[in-house]
DNA sequence: ACGGTAGGTGTACGGCGTACACTTGTCAAG
DNA sequence: CTTGACAAGTGTACGCCGTACACCTACCGT
């Protein structure tokens, strides 16, 4: 009776906790830093103990893919698709944003866990329910790819540690010496880095507004889809013109 | 004299030679079984040896995706933009077809390299070239994402080893039960995937032509660029919009 | 009272990237 | 011809990783 009482009594460990606290792990330390060792000692317990509860670290991956899935809205009722889509990419997207592993994570799996195939699933049905031929939706997904789970390649990337602490390291004059030689060798670069908003005198780390590049992208595709949708487009009809 | 004559006389290995291997093994091997003991391996070398032609494993990575830059054929002159970008897209893509590590290399890369920074800026001259404005085309760069190394999100890929082999190990029978199964659970991919060129009776795993699905996307893409430029659209003018 | 079983443990193996101290081969200056 | 600097290759070792496998232990229904 005394024996499994109080003090460092540990509730016994199942899978939905492994998960959850791989998350959150993941969400503070990173995806490359989540590893077994690291995670058993977040749950107190010794490595191979994970190993009762996930068959091994793909599936741990897999899982916590599955648990972010979980957190996407479902398609809005009583939209037409073209917003149920944007919005549901939308919500994707802050998913996303919540846990920066999720990116990699998906990246490196091979994506077919039934998790994944129900939001695909899903995901496909927003367009067939808009009427979309079969045809055009198979596309259409393939087109959308990466950006249904909320991302781009984010190619510009912030540059390592931006954070308001380091502009006081570089003596702020040699920085107009760099900006010119960055602009003597990568001019087409600097000129679109320092045209944002241009009119705030801003530099090159400035970064831009991510949120507005994604839906810029998002909505360019979003009005194709529309476009072919509308013009009952075919890819029979495609590869034939195309010859 | 005779010291460093012949029989296993090895030429004295340098960074081009290094990178080189490395691509060909990556090649062959594939990206996560690429490691430095291997490569040493592959030259014929102690794994330190390495270390004396390039830092550490990070600048190796850099260094062959550098290499595959090389491979990119840069802009097609006397063309008009749209016809630019599509060729060279399309020559990253074959570059990246040759060598199925390079996605992974890119992703995992956080892109700040010269040679990565000389394509961009040479990729973003092809819009400015086309007379687009500096804003435009930070914009279109974001949008084109990965597109501009020639990959999209491979989202439904070849499920493993499709490869001709293996369709007579399932016994052909079971597979009609197993695609009821899987038509139950996610009516919707098997609605688009059985419907890729019906008429040819396929399954699920048929498979679907990438590069037409790549060109799909990127035409898309190139379409609504043309539209917005011809329209003197402007990301100020599109904020502004939004409200 | 007892045997099965689920959950946690400990040890160990083979891989990885790479730090650091070393030998060796080469060549220019004394 | 000697020397000694330097670049190139070596060997050993460390700390990390994922995880196989044998083990213990506490609980359960019989």
Chains 1, 2 share one sequence.
């Not at 068959?55 to 149920?84: F, H, R």
């Not at 009119?199 to 590049?213: K, L, N, R, T």
Request: overall charge negative.
């Amino acid at each position: 009776m005394t024996q499994q009482l109080e003090a460092t009594a540990r509730t016994p460990l199942n899978r939905e906790r492994v998960l959850q606290t791989a998350v959150s792990l993941a969400d503070a330390v990173g995806f490359e830093s989540l590893s077994m060792r690291r995670l058993a000692e977040e749950l107190g317990v010794v490595p191979m103990a994970i190993y009762k509860h996930v068959a091994n670290k793909d599936e741990l991956l897999d899982g916590m893919v599955a648990t972010l899935i979980g957190e996407i809205d479902p398609p809005a009722p009583g939209q037409d698709w073209k917003s149920a889509v944007r919005l549901r990419v939308l919500s994707a997207r802050r998913a996303l944003q919540r846990h920066p592993w999720a990116r990699q994570a998906i990246e490196s799996r091979t994506n077919k866990t039934p998790a994944v195939l129900d939001y695909m699933d899903s995901f496909t049905g927003m367009f067939l329910a808009g009427g979309f031929s079969a045809d055009l939706t198979h596309h259409v997904m393939h087109a959308i790819g990466g950006r249904m789970w909320g991302f781009t390649q984010e190619l510009f990337d912030a540059p390592a540690g931006p954070t308001a602490a380091s502009p006081a390291e570089i003596p702020a004059e040699a920085r107009a010496a760099m900006l010119e030689q960055m602009a003597a060798r990568y001019p087409n670069i600097v000129a679109i880095a320092t045209s944002v908003d241009h009119d705030e005198g801003s530099v090159v780390g400035h970064g831009c507004d991510d949120q507005f590049e994604f839906e810029f992208a998002l909505d360019l595709l979003l009005d194709g889809f529309e476009r072919l949708h509308e013009q009952g487009w075919s890819s029979t009809q495609a590869k034939l013109d195309r010859t």
